[in-house]
C-alpha cells in the first residue's frame, strides 16, 4: 500500500505561482511514475504532469513552460510548481502514484486550486 497526501493548494490571481508537494508513505519502493492530475467542476480527470524513475517528465499541453514536476531522490516528495497560473488552472489536484511491476494506481485526496482573474 502507498499513501499520499497533498498541500500546498489555496487562492491566487492569475499570473500567481503555487507549489503543491505530495508527501508518500508506505511501500515506496514499489513506486515507479509519479504524477498530478486535475480535475474540474464538470471535467474528467486529466494528466497534469508526471515523472518516471529515471527522471523523465511529461507535461499535458496547456501546462507546458508553465509548470514543473520534481521529487526527490528517495520517492517521498512529489512536488508541482505551478508559475503563470491561469483561471482555467482552477481544479482539485491529485496526487497519483503507480507501482513498478503491477501498475497499480494510489491517488491522494486531492487539493484545491483555485485561480482568480
Known amino acids: 500500500q502507498v499513501q499520499l497526501v497533498e498541500s500546498g493548494g489555496g487562492l491566487v490571481q492569475a499570473g500567481g505561482s503555487l507549489r503543491l508537494s505530495c508527501a508518500a508513505s508506505g511501500s515506496i519502493s514499489r513506486i515507479g511514475v509519479m504524477g498530478w492530475y486535475r480535475q474540474a467542476p464538470g471535467k474528467q480527470r486529466e494528466l497534469v504532469a508526471d515523472i518516471a524513475g529515471d527522471g523523465r517528465r511529461n507535461y499535458a499541453d496547456p501546462v507546458k513552460g508553465r509548470f514543473t514536476i520534481s521529487r526527490d531522490n528517495a520517492k517521498t516528495t512529489l512536488y508541482l510548481q505551478m508559475n503563470s497560473l491561469k483561471p482555467e488552472d482552477t481544479a482539485v489536484y491529485y496526487c497519483?502514484?503507480?507501482?513498478?511491476?503491477?501498475?497499480?494506481?494510489?491517488w491522494g485526496q486531492g487539493t484545491q486550486v483555485t485561480v482568480s482573474s
Open positions: 497519483n502514484a503507480q507501482t513498478s511491476y503491477y501498475k497499480t494506481n494510489y
